[in-house]
């Protein structure tokens, strides 16, 4: 048995980022990976990357990632209203001042997709991650995206689950397939959520857990479990820590909403 954990979108949060890897520890996952945005919206950008280096987790290049290792212009989304802008904007520029040389040249050396390939007696399972979508490096692909577009994205890279990050908002989808189509050819397409910034209701941390069973044995949809993990961390401390910065408070104000929405469910 080998378990594989996938996180994203740490956005800085360095509190929820020893959360989740204490968990994944006390998981026993054999392998980590990371499908990008280390940086932006909390205070610790140098202190993510480094822990990230120190534990050797590969990572793919996020889309905030890519803007501060290049340099790229800041370019304001039609979702987000004049209040947010001017808060993303003040966030990014705070990262741009703080963020190391060395870090930097690090974020610069990501790839964009990675193919973790499985054999099953000579039958190969491919799982491809991604940040955002197989096109773009910032494309939001929702749970309810559109089936047939997500089959046609996958056939093109032969691949048979699409790991994502990105939305902030975790998913586990199988695709329909028509009837008759051989046991390889299952597909999934999978958010695991956001570690520093999630847009889902609860305040927790997320990453998906990928437990992969014997691969001597003939492969069936329940070769490979996935499970999207949950984890509480201290909040507080990242609200603080932001309110205490240069970091604009809409940040703290965001994680400070859904911490009291997460707090009312019990």
Known sequence: MLKIAILS????????????????????????????????????????????????????L??????????????????HNAAET??????ITNTRQV???????????????????FSFQDTPINILLVHASTRSIDEYIYESHDQADLITMMNERKADVLLMGHTHQSYIRRLETESGTKPSSIKMAINCGSVGRTKEATASATYLLLTVSDQQAPYSAS????????????????????????????????????????????
């Open 9 to 60: 979108d740490i956005h800085g949060n360095l509190p929820a980022f020893k959360a989740v890897l204490n968990d994944i520890d006390a998981q026993g996952v054999d392998q980590v990976f990371c499908l990008g945005d280390l940086v932006d919206f909390a205070p610790w950008p140098n202190e993510v990357i480094d822990l990230l280096r120190k534990n050797r987790i590969p990572s793919l």
């Open 62 to 79: 996020g889309n905030h990632d890519e803007r501060i290792a290049f340099d790229l212009p800041i370019i304001p989304l039609q979702k």
């Open 86 to 91: 001017e808060a993303r904007v003040a966030a």
């Open 99 to 117: 963020i190391h040389p060395e870090n930097k040249r690090f974020l610069a050396s990501l790839p964009r997709e990675l193919m973790i390939t």
């Open 223 to 266: 070769s490979i479990q996935y499970d999207l993990i949950r984890v509480d961390y201290p909040i507080e401390q990242t609200i603080q820590a932001i309110r205490r910065s240069d970091i604009p408070d809409f940040y703290a104000d965001f994680l400070a909403e859904k911490h009291k929405g997460h707090l009312a469910t019990f």
